[in-house]
């Protein structure tokens, strides 16, 4: 695929989502170039889909009550010869004939197959490896490490053997004989169950096709009951294509992106009666980063004028006098870039002789309730870093420390990291909290970063979406390298591990990045009690809107300093 690596972002429209009908959960994506195959896994049907027109053909009709095909994974296609997976073994047929025929047999189940040349890759999560077979005597050649933790489909090409994760949603791209991972992009959708490299015009580059498949929540009508208005749940399965932009010099991907409408607004409803005089109400914008980028920015209810606060830019209110009670609505709305980011260092390319930069030791210290210098804290921060001494490892180590001791839950309010450590169970800001202070403590320069997330529902296009939480992340700095994101909590889903990595080091397309390092909303008055915050004087609306799909072609904004 093409990977361009300087210019713009474009709006330029690709291959469209394909929806095939008649199906209901769909794993394993191979193609003859013409058409894509799948298998659904529910009725046991080998499919044949027209990526131009949706049309689904099934073509094992009356092989469907020899249960042959049923329950089958990670389907491949090379020279007329369909691969696949059922269970602990693997199987080949003949296009015409669709027979499966045994192949070989792991001691664990399979999850993906893929062919190239003389070599069968089978994949398998509980083995924790991808195996390789001879494709001609179906004798075990070797292995290599699984790039992710969850069940992994493949596919192969000139470029490397593709891995497609379901629990990571990412899709990695492996050196063929080592395993060696070259780069990794993250998939704009959950779940995915397969992946293939559609080429049917040799004048343009393959389209990178991944399926997913999952249930997704709807409210059902049921005229029946006395209450017709019912929760459940339904299969939701489909393809659609992945874009990525790969910046090898600086070793990050970029991948599915999306034009999204922002808006933030503070309602002002006062708590108590109070006067406030030469107001001045600072409220963070969007920033500018190596995966976003701001098109446009206007107020709502009042003017503002943009001022910038340690590198990030700040809408400021100012108002000659608030009285008690008074109405109005105090905001921005902006047209925002958003990408999937995912970088692909590795603690080898890490330069230890690098140090942190001047002024960046206010990273390190306890600046917002920390708890830094509790016994609890500081016995964690020993154990979660140990004796490791590179920033990479360091920081993953501190994170799984973390995970290991904490359970989400949302609390009514936000503990001091030694509370929440010593309960076991925090929200999003108390696991900040907590990384934050082992990180500082273990010599590693953090800072907050986030605010809300897009609800992701990328198919709900030009409605309004309203995110039902606010969410905090970290971003912790690498000495040569700048800042890196790494999510809080959202990673925290295997009990005891091992845990996904997919936002180490990366971010998906629906976080909103704003306030690093700042207040995200904060009011200063001459006459303002020190008690009094913003949450006393407004009530807060925040609204998305997916405009659009974009395509990333490049790099779109320089780090920050």
């Known amino acids: ?46 499919v044949e889909i027209d990526p131009q027109t949706n049309n689904t053909v099934i073509l094992n009709p009356h092989q469907l009550e020899d249960k042959d095909w049923m329950d089958v994974v990670g389907l491949s296609f090379a020279a007329d010869t369909f691969w696949f997976a059922q269970d602990e073994s693997v199987f080949w047929c003949d296009r015409a004939i669709l027979k499966p025929t045994f192949f070989a047999r792991l001691p664990y189940s399979v999850d993906g197959v893929a062919v190239w040349e003389s070599i069968v890759y089978v994949s398998s999560q509980k083995s924790g490896y991808i195996h390789l077979f001879d494709r001609g005597s179906g004798a075990k050649i070797g292995k290599f490490p699984q ?42 959708y959950s779940s995915p169950t397969g992946i293939t490299f559609y080429a049917s015009d040799a004048d343009r580059e393959p389209i990178c096709y991944i399926v997913y498949a999952d249930e997704e929540p709807f409210i059902r009508d049921n005229p029946n009951s006395e209450s017709p208005y019912e929760l459940t749940f339904r299969d939701r399965t489909f393809i659609h294509p992945l874009s990525i932009y790969t910046n090898s010099d600086e ?69 000659d006098q608030l009285q008690p009670f008074q109405g109005g609505l105090v905001g921005w709305k902006a047209i925002v870039e958003m990408y999937s980011l995912k970088y692909f260092l590795t603690p080898d390319d890490i330069d230890a002789e690098q140090s942190l930069p001047a002024g960046f030791q206010r990273y390190l210290v306890d600046d917002d309730d920390l708890a830094m210098d509790t016994p609890i804290i500081q016995t964690a921060a020993r154990e979660g870093a140990g004796r490791e001494t590179n920033v990479l490892r360091k920081m993953l180590r501190i994170r799984n420390y973390v995970y290991d001791r904490l ?38 320069a953090c800072r907050t970063i986030g605010r809300y997330k897009c609800p992701a529902h990328p198919e709900y296009r030009h409605l309004p979406l309203e995110p039902d939480f606010n969410h905090v992340w970290l ?87």
């Open 1 to 46: 695929m093409s990977t361009p690596e300087h210019g713009l972002p474009s709006d330029q429209s690709g291959p469209s989502t394909i929806r095939p009908i008649g199906v209901y959960a769909l794993s394993g994506l191979a193609t003859d170039d013409d058409r894509l195959f799948s298998i659904d896994t529910v009725r046991g049907y080998l």
């Open 147 to 188: 790039p992710g933790v969850g069940p992994e489909t493949l596919a192969v090409n000139e470029a490397g053997l593709w891995v497609c994760d379901q629990v990571e949603q990412t899709v990695y791209c492996l050196e063929r004989m080592t395993g060696t991972v070259q780069f990794s992009a993250l998939t704009p």
């Open 251 to 319: 070793r990050y991907t970029l991948s599915n992106g999306f034009l999204i409408e922002i808006s933030y607004v503070e309602e002002l409803s006062q708590l108590d009666a109070v006067t406030l005089d030469n107001v001045e109400w600072r409220i963070a914008l969007p920033a500018n980063t190596r995966r976003q980028r701001v098109r446009h920015v206007e107020p709502i209810g009042h003017p503002f004028t943009v001022e910038e606060q340690d590198g990030q830019q700040v809408a400021v209110f100012r108002f």
């Open 407 to 444: 359970s989400y839950g949302i609390q009514p309010t936000i503990d001091t990291p030694d509370i929440a450590l010593e309960r076991g169970v925090g929200s999003c800001g108390e696991y900040v909290g907590v990384l934050l202070a082992l990180a500082r403590l273990s010599g590693i």
């Open 475 to 561: 971003e912790f700095y690498v000495p040569g390298v700048g800042w890196l994101p790494m999510e809080s909590n959202v990673d925290d889903v295997i009990e005891r591990g091992p845990y996904p990595e997919r936002y180490f080091m990366g971010l998906a397309w629906y976080h909103t990045e704003l306030g690093k390092g700042i207040p995200f909303s904060k009011i200063n008055a001459d006459n303002k009690p020190e008690s009094l915050s913003v949450r006393h004087l407004a009530i807060n609306h925040i609204r998305f809107q997916i405009l659009d799909e974009l395509i990333p072609e490049a790099a779109i904004a320089k780090p920050e300093s």
